[in-house]
């Protein structure tokens, strides 16, 4: 028992800290001023645009503001110029040429891409934690019946693992659009100035390379004042879009909580006992999960209405902490979404008592009328239909009409008797057996289903590689940079 509690008092934390203070990024926007600042000058000195010496001792001045600003309780300001103001004191004045063909512009656009690409990766590695835990649900779950709904209604039989897939698919879009962002978003800015570069021949390439990104913002007006706006949308959009899904699955096994005998329940871990009631179990879980998909919903569209209705070069759409604290939102969601998943409880028998409840099975009559005896779809669909008006009114399930009602039933229809076997009828009526015979690429047979399952491992597998290939690029670019600017930082003082 203290261990439920434990775990509700968690989550209710959870849902009081903001995402900002519960996910903090390790590195701020200070970090991400050094680096610019550190391939700057290695840039600079390469193409000769600051003599060697000088460039040498800005170099060693960029080191020492950054270890003085590591130091606990340091201001750490993302302002250049507040960076510059202390360069100018350690290295004397000239070393102000590291701002060569720059502004605040280009330089806060770049840091923000920074910012936003590590905020990116962190969310897509979140996003593999509940795919994995599905396709190990799904993988257990291959022969269990379960029942499907349109319309809120009961409408046919399905496997549980069949529809686990379907939300396991949907995280992998979600992964597939992160990496199509991330291609996007890994673009420099740097170098594009204020909005049309500089008199000077500044490598934006070479910075490009220098900070890890796969290549430049071409047009400098984009670079600063548009592609600033899409950036951050587009990320927004991929976490509404995902978090719509996490909503739908949320509802779907809070659905159950309605139910006095439900198939599908939340671990006790995951629940909390009501102060009052001593028979409640509250989804408590369950519930913060619905709660921070609508909340990454509405957040992504607070980063849309901030960019809505601005001209180009307003400063309105230029922060990016909105879209930070989204992404941060969503990777608890996918935190918490893998924790509920992994704790679900199901009870093939209860599940399979629900589908045998009603007529969920009636599509197979109709096709079985089709396939053996060669009698129109819609003949077969009325049949099946009076077959379960009569059952209903007579307060009987599908598997307790008799033999001379499935016949009765056929020849009020029809006038004629039954063209197939009452058994072929009682085949169709059972729900295990319509789930066998589906044929249908992607259905819930259990062969398709494990196929589909050995497929989804192994994109996860392949995605795990993005990740990897992704972070990889970054740290190797990361380590070139240092080595670069420790090597012109030797040379102050030669």
Known sequence: MSRSFSLVALIVSLALVPAGVAAQDARDDFHHLGQINK???????????????????????????????????????????????????????????????????????????????????????????PRDALLELAERHTGTIIPGYTHGVQAQPTSLAHYLLAFAAALERDASRLEEAYARLNRSPLGAAA??????????????????????????????????????????????????????????????YHDPAPW???????????????????PIALERLRQIASTVVGDAQTVFLTAHNTSTGMIDYRGADQILETAAKAREMYGLYAAVVAGLEVDPERSLAEVDADYATMTEVADTLLRHADIPFREGHHYASELTEYGRAHGKRPKELTAE????????????????????????????????????????????????????????????????TARGALAEAESALETSFTALAAGAGK
Do not use: C
């Open 195 to 256: 909005l049309g570069t500089s008199g000077f021949p500044i490598d934006r390439n070479r910075l490009a390379e220098l900070l890890g990104f796969d290549g430049v913002l071409e047009n400098s007006y984009d670079a600063n004042h548009v592609s600033s706006v899409d950036s951050k949308t587009e990320l927004a959009s991929t976490l509404a879009v995902s978090a719509i899904a996490v909503g739908q699955f949320s509802e779907d096994v809070q659905v159950q």
């Open 39 to 129: 391939a700057s000058i290695v840039m600079l000195t390469e193409a000769g645009l600051v003599p060697e010496a000088l460039g040498a001792a800005i170099a060693a001045g960029i080191a020492q503001v950054v270890a003085e600003q590591d130091e606990p309780g340091s201001r750490r300001s993302s302002d250049y110029l507040v960076f510059e103001e202390r360069l100018v004191e350690v290295a004397g004045r000239n070393a102000s040429r590291l701002h060569t063909g720059r502004s605040r512009q280009d330089i806060g656009s770049t840091f923000r891409r920074l910012a936003l690409r590590e905020a990116l990766l962190a969310t897509y590695e979140s996003v593999l934690a």
């Open 264 to 282: 599908l329940l939340l671990d006790r871990a995951l629940t909390g006992i009501s102060s009052i009631m001593p028979q409640k179990r509250n």
């Open 405 to 468: 009602e499935l016949l009765h039933v056929y020849e009020e229809t029809y006038g004629e008797p039954l063209p197939v076997t009452v058994d072929r009828i009682r085949e169709a009526l059972d729900p295990e057996q319509m789930v066998a015979s589906r044929r249908g690429l992607g259905g819930p047979q259990p062969a398709e289903t494990r196929r589909m399952l050995r497929e989804g491992r192994a994109r996860l597998d392949a995605s795990r590689g993005w990740l990897e």
